[in-house]
C-alpha cells in the first residue's frame, strides 16, 4: 500500500495499437481482449476500425484529453483497454498513460508505427533515419535534421501538413529534396507519391500521412552546423548577440546535460539560448530579455533554429525571474552589474546548479572577480582578435575582452550570500 492506494499486481489496462487496415490486422489475442472490453477507450477513427469486435461501452477522446486520462484512472483495478494508432509508445498515449500508471498494471500490445511502415515501404535502415513528430507541433522542428544527404521521417497533423512542409524546405534553400508523402499506410487507401519540395503539388492528401525527405543542399541553404559557436549570420540581431568563439566557449562551460533548464538572463538575440536547445531535444531554457524588441526577435530566431519550446519572458531581471521554473543553469550576459540580479540568480539556481557569467565592461567584471574571490569557481579571459584591413594591407583588430565567471553551487551557507 502507497499513500492509502492498494497496491495492484495484475495489470487491468490494457492498450492495443491498430493500424488503418482495422480488426484484419490484430492478432487473436488482441481481438479476444477488445471483445471482452467491458470498456474501450480511444479515438472515433479507432473505435469505428475496431467496432466489429466491441460488446462493451465505447468512450471517444474528450477534450481537454487529460478528461479522458481521469476517467482512465479512476476505474483502476478493473478492466480497461485503451485503443491508440500504430506503436502506443512512439509519440502516443501509452507514454502519456504511463505517467499516471504504473507499467506493471499496464499491458501493450503494439502494432508497426507510422515510421516503421514507412521505412518498409521505402526500403530505408530506421536506425539510421532522423524521425520527427510535428502532429500538433511546429513544422519548425524540422530544421534542425536538414543536414545534406540525411533522410528524415516527419509525421504531420493533417492533409495540409505535406504542402506546408514542402513550402518550408523550399524557403529554406532545400527546394531540390526529395519528398515522398505516404498516406493512410496499412489500408485500403494507401497511397505513396513522389516529389521534389519545390515542385510540390498534390491537390489532395489523405490526413493521415508521413513525409519522407531526403535532404538536398541548395547553393546558400540554411544548414545548422551541428557544433556549437554558429555563424552570427545565421542569427537575427542589432549587434547584442554572444559572438560565436566567445559563444563556443560558453556553451561548453555551461556544459548542457539531457534535460536541464537554462535561464538565459539578458538574452539579447537569444544565441546561447538557441545553441542550448539544439544540443538535444530534450533540453529547455527561457530567455529573459528586457526589450520587447529584442524579445521578440528571439521568438523569431528560435522558430528559424528549429527549436520553437524556447520560452521568451519579456521584462527586466530580477523582477521578471520571479515565479519562473527552478533552472538546472544560468547564463548572465547582460544585466549581471545591474543591482539585485547576482544575488536573485544564485538564489534561485538549484544545489548543484552551474553559473556562467560574461562581462564586457569593468564595472561587470569587477563584481565577477569579487565573486570568484569569495565563492570559488573558474574565472578566465577571453581574448578574440579578428583579421581586418589596414589600409591596403592586414592587420589584426581585437574584439572587446570578455571576462568569465564560472561556478557550481553548493549547499553552503557562503553560497547563499
Do not use: Y
Request: charged fraction near 20%; hydrophobic fraction near 45%.
Amino acid at each position: 500500500m502507497s499513500n492509502g492506494v492498494p497496491a495492484i499486481v495484475a495489470p487491468w489496462l490494457i492498450v492495443i495499437g491498430i493500424g488503418e487496415d482495422g480488426v484484419a490486422g490484430l492478432g487473436d489475442e488482441a481481438k479476444r481482449l477488445i471483445a471482452a472490453a467491458p470498456v474501450v477507450f480511444g479515438g472515433a477513427r479507432h473505435l469505428e476500425l475496431a467496432a466489429p469486435l466491441m460488446t462493451g461501452e465505447r468512450q471517444a477522446w474528450q477534450s481537454p484529453f487529460e478528461k479522458s486520462v481521469e476517467a482512465i484512472v479512476s476505474r483502476r483495478g478493473t478492466p480497461v483497454v485503451v485503443l491508440a494508432s500504430g506503436d502506443p509508445f512512439l509519440h502516443g498515449v501509452g507514454a502519456t498513460l504511463s505517467r499516471r500508471i504504473d507499467a506493471r498494471e499496464m499491458r501493450t500490445i503494439p502494432a508497426p508505427s507510422a515510421f516503421s511502415l514507412a521505412a518498409s515501404r521505402l526500403g530505408w535502415a530506421l536506425q539510421d533515419v532522423a524521425t520527427a513528430s510535428l502532429h500538433g507541433r511546429p513544422l519548425d522542428l524540422i530544421r534542425p535534421h536538414l543536414q545534406p544527404n540525411a533522410r528524415v521521417l516527419a509525421l504531420t497533423s493533417d492533409e495540409e501538413g505535406p504542402r506546408a512542409l514542402a513550402a518550408l524546405l523550399s524557403d529554406s534553400g532545400f527546394g531540390q529534396s526529395r519528398l515522398t508523402v505516404l498516406e493512410a499506410l496499412g489500408g485500403e487507401r494507401e497511397r505513396i507519391t513522389r516529389h521534389t519540395a519545390a515542385g510540390f503539388a498534390l491537390e489532395s492528401v489523405h490526413s493521415l500521412n508521413v513525409c519522407a525527405v531526403e535532404v538536398i543542399a541548395d547553393k546558400g541553404a540554411r544548414v545548422l552546423p551541428l557544433a556549437s559557436g554558429l555563424d552570427d549570420q545565421l542569427f537575427e540581431h542589432d549587434g547584442q548577440i554572444t559572438k560565436r568563439e566567445v559563444r563556443a566557449l560558453t556553451l561548453s562551460a555551461l556544459a548542457p546535460r539531457k534535460g536541464e533548464l537554462l535561464w538565459d538572463i539578458g538574452a539579447g538575440s537569444g544565441s546561447i539560448a538557441i545553441e542550448w536547445m539544439l544540443a538535444d531535444p530534450a533540453m529547455r531554457a527561457i530567455a529573459i530579455e528586457a526589450s520587447p524588441e529584442r524579445a521578440a526577435r528571439i521568438g523569431r530566431n528560435a522558430a528559424r533554429f528549429g527549436v520553437p519550446g524556447l520560452v521568451v519572458v519579456e521584462g527586466e531581471a530580477p523582477g521578471a525571474l520571479r515565479g519562473l521554473a527552478q533552472p538546472d543553469v544560468i547564463f548572465i550576459g547582460g544585466g549581471g552589474s545591474e543591482p539585485g540580479v547576482m544575488e536573485a540568480a544564485i538564489a534561485a539556481l538549484r544545489p548543484g546548479g552551474r553559473l556562467v557569467a560574461n562581462a564586457v565592461t569593468t564595472e561587470m567584471e569587477a563584481g565577477l572577480i569579487a565573486r570568484h574571490a569569495r565563492l570559488g569557481g573558474s574565472l578566465i579571459r577571453i581574448d578574440i582578435a579578428r583579421a581586418a584591413p589596414v589600409g591596403t594591407m592586414t592587420g589584426w583588430r581585437p574584439a572587446m575582452p570578455v571576462t568569465q565567471w564560472s561556478w557550481v553551487k553548493t549547499e553552503s551557507r557562503e553560497d547563499r550570500l
